[in-house]
């Protein structure tokens, strides 16, 4: 069973995307299921998690409505506010979907890198575990040391970090980063995405080589149990396509022992996302 663990999909709106600016015309159309079945079946890929892209209970509400009707969509990882006082009433409604299996907030675009310390967002986190819903971590590294912070707080919730933490590719400069995902990883209700590498770094001239050192940091950190492939499509094709960015997780695993390559990719993400 192989499964990618981080797709997005919409119907492209200029007003409702801003986030994809004009550097990003690759990604300025509609990607929908078909999309994607059309350049991941060849590589193997049988379904995916469909992850929130606008913070939104409406892009949640047409997610899970999709997911009805396409069976290659999972789980889908939604948003709701969990800063809000009705945050349970959001969650009742959108729990009568059973494919929700997660909820995510951007919090990289928070000002405050301490924002899931406020005492109204944990509280929030706290409402997830009742309802067996995953949270994904989204973030720059340097909110590493708050999202430390954060998950000491539950101990029981399942933690799913995004795109290995986004650290600063460009640069190359690997502490503090590594360490603290070391740390991180020390928390064995934390999974981690290997995913949203291909943008972080040179998007003209990466090879798959390049970022394989980051690729060993979280290995060592997380183990391969832990770790699952994602696409972060189409948000990749910006970077290169889809089979070159799965390459760079797949040809890492090719000489793997063959009982590790089917966690990774796909039986951890169903594990972790309970599907």
Known sequence: MRIDAHVHLWRYDAHEYPWISDDM??????????????????????????????QTLEETQWLLELADGHSVIRGVVGWVDL????????LEILCDHTKLVGIRHVVQDEPDDAFMLQDDFL?????????NLAYDILIFARQLPATLEMVRHFPRQRFVLNHIGKPDL????????????????QHENVWCKLSGMVTEGDRDAWTPEDL????????EAFGADRLMVGSDWPVCL???????????????VADMPEDVQPGILG????????I
């Open 170 to 185: 460009r640069t190359g400069e690997m502490e503090p980063w590594a360490s603290q995902m070391r740390e991180l990883a």
């Open 212 to 219: 394989h050192q980051w690729v060993d940091v979280v290995f």
């Open 25 to 54: 015309a690759a990604i300025k159309r509609d990607f929908l299921p078909d999309d994607w079945r059309e350049v991941a079946e060849p590589l193997g890929f049988e379904g995916f998690i469909a992850v929130q892209a606008r």
């Open 238 to 252: 910006v970077a290169g396509s889809y089979m070159k960015t799965m390459g760079v997780v797949m040809g890492y």
């Open 123 to 131: 509280r929030g986190i706290h409402r997830l575990g009742r309802r």
């Open 267 to 274: 039986e951890n993400c169903a594990g972790v996302y309970s």
């Open 83 to 90: 800063r809000s006082p009705m945050v349970d009433e959001q």
